[in-house]
């Protein structure tokens, strides 16, 4: 057997056989699969007399988000290069007597798989996807396949961009020049028919530019935006398909004939991934930045275990995170536009929609970092005031977050002040909630993997928010302040800070007994 | 000083340290040697407090999970832990007012000692493997610990690191710190030590006292190999 295909195959193999052997990963890929099959046949309400949303809509935030999508992954290449090989490839590929070619076709083939993992959030969305816009699994699986095509393809543009440039700092200039002038082209041309076009309502206008001739003929993310359009009309269209082939086998043949020794263009790239692969097996999910500003040094305050809070305020200020981090902004924007098309669902589908997204950011936190470093526990400070300090830097940043969520969101639905307020009171509980669920974790199976602790967060999470949400359905048919969003957000709020408190008290000595989680 | 009764440490079905008692009294240097896998690193992972274990380790008397232990403890791990975002210099400040030291400028002489002097205002991330060791030593001997432990403390140094280290360890024996070195590397321990255990499989298969009235007529290379060696063939 061709040496490559073998590594490929045992590779498979041996991940199918760690999986019988760990059944703690196998029960969360049978429960994700569950999740999945859940959503796509749960996730259909539909009734004969439904009225779904203008289908431009939903293919103007397919070809927007695969835009988006291939825009970050090529801007990416101009510093890292694709994420196509790892170590292992490196130390023992590489070296070995095998054509650079078929090396690369086994990067890219492999990288299909990476894509496709990176999809599944897709198929998470067919609930409210299929409610509005009436999406059938068929189409879904179109978008799911967009965007794994985006991806890759991105991955291989970010490559080869990489592999031409790295050597010739004026040719990286110009290539990325010429990527941000595409962008400033395509978002001034969008401003442009918003503009004109705003007397229909900006929403229609907004749509009608993500579908318009222009934005389709943008490379690859356009392409396929225009391939699932057609798949939702039920047609397949071919020449877009072509193009992306097309543009895959123009990069490969730029690798080829460029005479450029590729495999130390990918060899800093796969470092890269090596200690972001190490980073979040020790808990750090956060990414350091690759240029930090020093600014002042020097902590100058603290005096025990407070001084792990001020530690903690100026990793924040050099990690560029004065209040949010990146992922917590880019999902405020998210939740933001998201309102924008599911006004009609009301604040109720809106806040569970960005409950869920919280999930992802809360597990972020600094705190996660600082368990998997000794310190905190060898400091002689009592464990219950480590934690609490631990976690002080999270409370301004979780409040600015459900302001800056809150305040568009309530205006994009015409919701009143108080209904408001008591929305960023219940956004700020689920933060302390969340952030109680992960000390459980934590304090309980500290030393479990990192895919039972996903798990079991989310397991727990349930558990815990079952008091807040209880309360709120018991309160919204027997009792009324001032509306029912109020009520029911207020109820929320009420049982959850008690909750997260009692979670928090109940692990006070958590850093006596966890295990570090090395 | 520091004293280790019956400790048993379990993951799941493998036991990495199997009933293990000894002791390091003040001014003594012990030393755990051991091929890969022999359980040092769990019990020296034990004593510091930062694993959950069967049996008793009491530092100067206080169970080591006190306040009052932690406060005697300086503990360097296998690989160095540092902040990224921290410069070298706010390690030693962040560990100072963690313990609630004022500065006796014993920080800038261990910055001095070991070489980082001119590395102060760089970041954790932006150091090498071996000056982040280098950092990682400064770090657990800023507070003055009386009870040293170290994890293969000598890996990734350099040779001036090295020489540094070895006299450091004299100095802290001289100055009646108990130290515990895990290490595998014979050659690293050279003759400073006062006892050495060897460690298979969780256990001590044999301890050598580095004074005349020790009953192991062996060099403590020969016995090591003789152990561990046995061990392959027995296999």
Known sequence: MNSLAYI???RLKNGIKELIKKPAQLIYILFLLGLIIFSLTAGDNRSAETA????????????????????????????????????????????APLSPSRVLFYGLFRQINTSLLLGLVILFQYGWLSNTYGVSV?????????????????????????????????????????????TALLVLYAGLYVWQFAGDGILSAAAAAANSLVARCFPVGGWLGWVFAASVSGTIFIPGLLAGLAWLALLVGLINISDRD????????????????????????????????????????????????????????????????????????????????????????????????????????????????????VVPEPPFAKLVQSLREMLPGALIEAVIIFIPVGFILGLGKADIATCVLARFSFALLFAAGNIIVERFWSGASKMLTIFLYFLIMVVLAAPGLILAVLASSNLMLISENVTVFLMMAIANIPVSFLVLFLCRNMLQHAELNY | MLEIEHVTKKYGKVVANDDISFKVDAGQIAILLGPNGAGKSTIIKCIAGLLRFDGKITIEGHNNKTLEAK???????????????????????????????????GGK????????????????KELSKGMQQKLSICCAMVHHPRVIIFDEPMVGLDPHAIKEMKALFREQ???GAALLISTHMIDSVEDYWDATHIMINGGFAATKYNHPDDLQTQSLEELFFAITEKGDVDH
């Open chain 1, 138 to 182: 068929m189409v879904l699986l179109s978008l799911f396949l967009g965007y794994v095509a985006t991806v890759f393809l991105g991955q291989v543009t970010a490559m080869t961009i990489y592999t031409l440039s790295s050597s010739d700092e004026g040719l990286r200039k110009r290539l990325h020049a010429l990527v941000w002038i595409l």
């Open chain 1, 262 to 377: 590729w495999y130390e263009d990918v060899l800093k790239t796969a470092e890269l991934t090596q200690s972001a692969v190490v980073a979040q097996r020790k808990g750090n999910l956060e990414a350091v930045p690759a240029k930090v500003r020093i600014g002042r040094t020097g902590l100058n305050k603290g005096w025990g275990a407070d001084t792990f809070y001020y530690k903690h305020k100026i990793e924040n200020r050099r990690g560029g995170l004065f209040l949010l981090n990146r992922s917590s902004l880019i999902f405020a924007v998210l939740i933001i536009i998201m309102s924008l098309f599911m006004r009609e669902g009301g604040i109720a589908a809106i806040f569970a929609f960005a409950t869920y997204m919280q999930l992802f950011t809360t597990v972020m936190g600094r705190i996660n970092k600082e368990l998997t470093i000794h310190f905190i526990y």
């Open chain 2, 173 to 175: 024996k001289e100055a």
């Open chain 1, 8 to 10: 490929y195959l045992m």
């Open chain 2, 109 to 124: 002489q261990l910055l001095e000692r070991f070489e980082l002097a001119d590395k102060k205002n760089k970041l954790g």
């Open chain 2, 71 to 105: 406060k005697l403890l300086g503990y360097i791990p296998e690989t160095p832990s540092v902040y990224d975002l921290l410069t070298v210099e706010e390690h030693l400040e962040f560990i100072r007012r963690a313990y609630r030291m004022e500065d006796d400028g």
């Open chain 1, 52 to 95: 779904f949303r203008d289908s431009a809509e939903l293919t103007a935030m397919a070809t927007a988000l695969y835009i988006v999508m291939f825009l970050m992954t090529v801007h990416n290449g101009f510093s890292k290069g694709g994420a196509m090989f790892t170590m292992s490839d490196v130390n023992l590929v590489f070296p």
